[in-house]
């Protein structure tokens, strides 16, 4: 039964690096704004824009 | 004459379906076409006209009439930006002339604001890169200060529309954000150690009586290692708050919940050393992160609904200082006594001072509520906290002042509510009686089993407190209000917090304002006799030193720059005059221009006469907001009165929505209204008032709900306790039918959730709680309270306002 132990000491391990990653993400500001970068990737390039006018 | 009305009236009628190309405001107001494109204003214009010389014009291709209504500044507004003791306070860095600064703009609202906003090198070189957190509504700019200034990075800003609100206390935002952060890290840790609580505690769950012992053994020392951070991180806020209430002799809600958890821990951690039992961990943890789901949620509602009408933001924070011949920006807590300063017309006087100028006009609306500014004479003193109206003052201060002596005034009584502090809310008046009966019966139990079997004592009163925690009671008003701030957000009423709701729902009379509430805030003009430019301008002159509603659509409607005046005096109910370029200006009623008063009561009409020539007058169409009448009936006996400060002469026409139930008063002081409503509250009525900002504060703080009406949601009244959007005013029998289901919806989860309390407890009473029990009872009774609510207020509303 120690191999239980064991793995459950794996686990925890492996679930704590993940909260250990979101606490990171979090902290990294990535959850600011999780509006503006999904319309901003639509807007088109400004140099594009401006040889199609020129 | 007659010509020029019909021309008038034809060109208001060719327009009157046009919306705005810049803002989408229907356009009536004036003559403002470019590029065959209409314009509600000369604001709108100008930022169209910036736009397009710029090759900007994608800005309207992502959503259509993005822009924001404003009125223009002068250019130095933000000139006192440049002063550097000023700019290093609010540059994030600034090395060898790259600059960084964060502006915070709160009329962000869509795709197009952010696309224009991080073009802003396209408008201006200097400007090197700009980012907006769409989120919090700020722009981070990085700009090259060589080739362009802070103020000017403000100024462009704000010549866009996107004018930015600066706040020296603005370190206090990040310490903001970082509370945020604070709880959903917090949520997060319960939510990990919650889960493998649970994980852990399966060999419980499943019965398996045979498992090897020892990993039981192991697993409850997980449990109690997993559990430490849920009861110190997680579950700080429930023991600061609970003992912040102790001290100050009260109980709230999360008294109950601290002892709760508290009593939990210990019982579990004794159970699990002494080998006695698993404890009851998983519910500990399970309580907790449900707790925590609902602040967090409660967090998100107030946020999207932020009263971001920050009072700080209008304090001034710089002024313009005399030093020897010069006028230098200043920042304000620099000033000193005897410093002379300059305050401009809508600007707010930092500091008790001396008045050097001949007269000013002071509106103290911010301080007392009391609208109508006061003429003060030099030599005279000003308070703090006043703001000029009309001209510019000079004056010399008398005493140092600081931005909290400020904020403090602001904070005044004036504007809590007369009964706020003795109004418990309904969710404060359960909790206190639940924490009372919850500890009596504890008591009772404990006194009960002492004489029954003693040893039992310790486990069945743990038992009684453990599951009395009023998790799901704890969460039925956050999910309750909190849908119900969110729905009714989405429908254009912005209320301050939740308790407003509980206060709408007994309202039993409602009193209206007329001006900007009743009628429509956009009134078509029309000039009526002989003028010349130059004499209009002296007449805008004139009006826009009055702070009356139709003085300051006159001075709207004339487009030119105003002259500076040498002499002002308003006449309260009948009008004003002024000495322009040495020529005496009357605008008012017909009698106090000397004229005859046309019979019909058609229109409101403001004469106009100079150095006693009679001109002629101004007729303004005051316009009935769509829907009013339907409203009215469906409001039926509520509508107690319609107060309005202005003339009668609209009296024939409001009868015709107005029922004869309802008290029609006018030429109403603020005051006056502010008596009228004292006055139905004497009566034992709960009044909600309906007014359309800063006129009415008076009248709105008396109110039990007072309600600024606004076309532009910009507005700030400090005093009012929700805004609502003048194109929604027709749904208010709605919004109010909707608080009292709000009311009702609580009432009923208050209910559930106190069933599965007594479910719970005539389990631990009888001594037959088990940790299974507990960890099936907890997280049942909190999703299904949450369930509940959000369910049914979502439903309400759906069937309500569809």
Redesign the interface.
């Known amino acids: ?1 120690t191999i ?2 064991l793995l ?1 000491g794996i686990s ?1 391990t492996i ?1 704590l690096i993940f ?1 250990g990653g ?2 990171w993400s ?2 990294s500001g990535q ?6 970068p999904s ?2 990737m639509l ?2 390039d ?1 140099s594009k ?2 040889s199609k ?1 020129s | 004459m007659q010509s020029d009305q019909l021309a008038v009236e034809a060109r208001a009628k060719k327009q009157s379906d046009a919306l705005c190309y810049h803002c989408g405001q229907s356009c009536k107001e004036g003559d403002y076409l470019t590029d065959q494109k209409s314009f509600c204003c000369y604001g709108c214009k100008t930022v169209y006209e910036i736009l397009n010389e710029n ?1 900007l014009c ?1 800005y309207y291709d992502y959503e259509a009439n993005p822009g924001v209504r404003f009125e223009i500044d002068n250019d130095d507004t933000f000139a006192y930006l440049d002063e550097v003791r000023i700019s290093e306070k609010i540059l994030l860095y600034n090395i060898n002339g790259m600059s960084r600064v964060q502006f915070y703009i709160p009329v962000i609202h869509c ?1 197009s604001c ?2 224009l906003l ?2 802003l090198n ?1 408008l201006n070189a200097g400007v090197i890169k700009s980012e ?5 509504k700020t722009v981070l700019i990085d700009f090259n200060s060589n080739q362009i200034t802070l103020g000017k990075v403000a100024a462009l800003l704000a010549s866009t529309g996107y004018k930015p609100l600066i706040n020296l206390e603005a370190e206090a935002q990040p310490k903001n ?1 970082k509370y945020d ?1 604070t709880l ?2 917090q949520l ?2 319960a939510g ?1 150690c919650f ?2 609580i649970m994980l ?1 505690s399966f060999p419980e769950y499943l019965g398996i009586d045979h498992a ?1 012992e ?2 039981k053994q ?2 409850s020392y ?1 449990n109690i290692f997993l559990a430490l951070p849920v009861v110190l991180y997680s579950g700080r806020d429930y023991f600061i708050s609970a003992w912040k209430s102790f001290r100050q002799k009260q109980v709230n809600i999360d008294v109950p919940i601290a002892v709760g958890i508290l009593v939990l821990f210990v019982r579990s951690t004794s159970d699990i050393l002494l080998q006695q039992g698993p404890g009851y961990m998983d519910s500990l943890a399970g309580l907790v992160f449900f707790l925590l789901i609902g602040r967090w949620f409660q967090n998100k509602t107030y946020e999207s609904l932020a009263f971001d009408r920050d009072y700080k933001s209008y304090f001034p924070l710089a002024v313009y200082k005399q030093v020897g011949e010069e006028w230098k920006a200043c920042i304000i807590h620099e000033l000193k006594k005897g410093d002379v300063i300059r305050i401009r017309n809508k600007e707010i006087i930092p500091a008790d001072s001396l008045l050097l100028s001949e007269f000013a006009y002071i509106d103290y609306s911010f301080v007392t509520g009391e609208a109508n500014p006061v003429k003060v004479i030099a030599g005279e003193l000003v308070y703090a906290g006043g703001r000029v109206t009309g001209q510019s003052a000079r004056m010399t201060i008398v005493k140092e002042t600081s931005q909290s002596h400020l904020t403090s005034l602001w904070n005044n009584d004036v504007f809590s509510k007369p009964d706020r502090n003795n109004y418990k809310s309904l969710i404060d008046r359960v909790a206190k009686i639940f924490t009372w009966s919850v500890l009596g019966l504890a008591l009772a139990t404990g006194a009960y089993w002492y004489w029954a079997d003693a040893e039992r004592v310790w486990l069945i009163v743990t038992a009684v407190l453990m599951v009395a925690c009023p998790c799901a009671l704890a969460l039925a008003a956050p999910f309750t209000y909190g849908s119900m701030l969110r729905v009714l957000g989405n429908h254009g009423l912005y209320l301050k917090n939740a308790d407003i709701i509980e206060t709408m729902a007994g309202v039993d009379a409602i009193v209206f304002d007329k001006t900007g509430t009743i009628t429509h805030g956009s009134n078509a003009i029309a000039w009526i006799g002989n003028i010349s430019k130059d004499e209009l301008i002296k007449v805008k002159s004139v009006a826009s030193c009055s702070t009356h509603p139709l003085s300051i659509l006159i001075a709207k409607s004339i487009k030119e720059k105003e002259l500076t005046l040498t002499q002002f005096d308003e006449f309260p109910g009948r009008g004003v005059q002024g000495l322009v370029e040495g020529k005496l200006i009357k605008i008012g009623s017909a009698e106090f221009t000397g004229q005859q008063p046309l019979s019909d009561h058609a229109a409101s009409r403001v004469y106009i006469s100079i150095d006693g020539d009679i001109k002629g007058y101004f007729e303004l169409r005051t316009t009935l907001r769509p829907g009013i009448k339907v409203l009215v009936e469906k409001l039926g006996y509520r509508v107690k009165a319609l107060l309005s400060g202005d003339s009668a002469a609209d009296e024939i026409k409001m009868k015709s929505v107005f029922q004869p139930y309802t008290t029609m008063a006018f030429l109403q002081s603020p005051q006056d209204k502010l008596n009228y409503i004292s006055g139905l509250q004497k009566k034992g009525n709960k009044v909600m008032m309906l007014g359309d900002g800063l006129n009415d504060s008076g009248a709105l703080k008396q109110s039990d709900v007072g309600i600024a009406v606004a076309d532009d949601t910009g507005v700030f009244t400090p005093s009012c306790d929700g805004i609502l959007s003048g194109a929604q005013l027709d749904q208010l029998d709605r919004f109010l039918d909707l608080s009292k289901s709000a009311l009702i919806i609580l009432k009923v989860s208050l209910g559930i959730s106190l069933l599965y309390n007594v479910l719970g407890l005539s389990f631990a009473v009888t001594g037959h709680l088990t940790p299974l029990v507990a960890a099936i009872l907890m997280p049942v009774s909190s999703i299904s309270v949450v369930v509940f609510t959000t369910f049914m207020v979502n439903l309400v509303a759906q069937r309500k306002l569809s």
């Open positions: 039964m239980i132990i459950i925890l679930a909260l979101f606490i979090m902290k959850y600011d704004d999780t509006y503006g319309v901003r807007f088109d400004k824009k401006k006018k | 090759n994608e795709i952010i696309w991080e073009n396209r907006v957190n769409f989120a919090k954000r952060n959903v890290l997060a840790i990990f889960g493998n852990l090897d020892k990993l192991v697993f997980l």
